[in-house]
């Protein structure tokens, strides 16, 4: 007998219910939230499995690989498509209510599944986010400081990353008490500079020894960060049709509204992976036009925004040679 499983889960318990090819209920049961338990719990049931559903969330990735490793077939489910069925069919939110009607979908095949990234990709991600994150909290110590020491009357005005020290220093240097305050945030924003060029390091690595994300750097403006964002976001080329599908997926088409005589384009959808979004976006091609131009890497945009990838250097810059895609990567910093 066709069997279909729904899966609400939460951090420490999951709730799975179990139904038939005809909607009826077959077990309803929480267990705790690890792969070995949920595969124990559907082998003890038994019967044969068609579907297995999960709602795609921070667990999700770690579930669907391990339940995968058991010959289970699951499927991650998209979020905001999942809400709006199971908001539509049930009154009372509960975990049971949620399992049941993820079940029900799994049953009709309402629903529409979304890739699981591969663990590189994964790995990829969490250190592009990792690095941005020391980043911005970088950036705020040193904001912080700066509009503090200005109730004062101090202003730090324009300085360097390296002299930005020297000069806290000398402006709280008639100021003891203050320069009790900065010294723990200088120390911080010391170690945080450290901790940001050695995972600026790790990324450079990552993308030296990746041929794709090398063949990536040779359109103008893509740098070491934007081809490791698009070589993690994309993950698996193959799932795409074509290449103007990427365009969609990160949010770069506009959105259309229809109904009856109104018929009209919107703006970008912004829908998808923002990070992808905004390296796209920020990148800059160095070209032969005076003015720098948004570079979208081949399928992000329209073709008329795609970069040439043999463009004229400027102000007598060598041109790198042919043979090697990506020589600034192998440079020691």
């Known amino acids: 007998m066709a069997h279909f499983v729904g899966l609400d889960v939460s951090v420490q318990e999951t709730s799975v219910c179990v139904v038939d090819d005809v909607g009826k209920v077959l077990c ?8 070995e338990d949920i595969a124990v719990l559907l082998t003890s049931i038994g019967g044969d499995y068609v579907r297995i559903g999960i709602e795609a969330g921070p667990l999700s990735q770690w579930l669907v690989s391990g339940l995968t490793e058991a010959d289970l077939p699951v499927v991650c489910v998209e979020t ?5 069925l199971l908001k539509a069919q049930q009154v009372n939110k509960s ?4 399992a049941r009607g ?3 979908m799994m049953r009709v095949g309402l629903f529409k599944p979304v890739h699981v990234k591969t663990l ?5 991600r969490m250190l592009l986010t990792s690095r941005k994150l020391v980043q911005r909290k970088l950036m705020d110590i040193e904001c912080d400081m700066r509009g503090t020491l200005r109730n004062f009357g101090l202003k730090v005005g324009v300085v360097s990353s390296i002299g930005y020290e020297a000069r806290i220093r000398n402006l709280v240097e008639g100021f003891p008490r203050l320069a009790a305050i900065m010294e723990p945030l200088l120390t911080v924003r010391r170690v945080m500079r450290e901790q940001l060029a050695t995972l600026h390091k790790l990324l450079l690595n990552a993308v030296r020894v990746d041929p ?3 063949r ?7 740098g070491p960060i934007v081809a490791l964002t698009y070589r993690a976001s994309v993950d698996q080329p193959h799932r795409f049709i074509h290449s103007r599908a990427v365009g969609a997926h990160v949010g770069l088409t506009p959105k259309r509204h229809q109904s009856g005589e109104i018929d009209y384009d919107g703006g970008v959808s912004k829908c998808g992976d923002s990070m992808l979004r905004a390296m796209a976006l920020r990148s800059r091609a160095v070209d032969a036009h005076p003015q720098q131009e948004v570079v979208m890497a081949e399928g992000l945009g329209h073709a008329g925004c795609s970069a040439a990838r043999d463009a ?8 790198a040679p042919r043979g090697d895609p990506a020589p600034h990567v192998d440079r020691r910093h």
């Open 216 to 222: 990536f750097m040779t359109v103008p403006g893509v």
């Open 28 to 35: 309803e049961r929480k267990v705790r939230t690890e792969p």
């Open 102 to 104: 993820i079940a029900q």
């Open 95 to 98: 975990d049971r209510n949620d």
């Open 120 to 124: 590189v990709s994964q790995e990829q």
């Open 80 to 84: 905001r498509h999942m809400k709006a």
């Open 312 to 319: 004229p250097c400027h102000r007598g810059s060598r041109q």
């Open 212 to 214: 794709v994300c090398r």
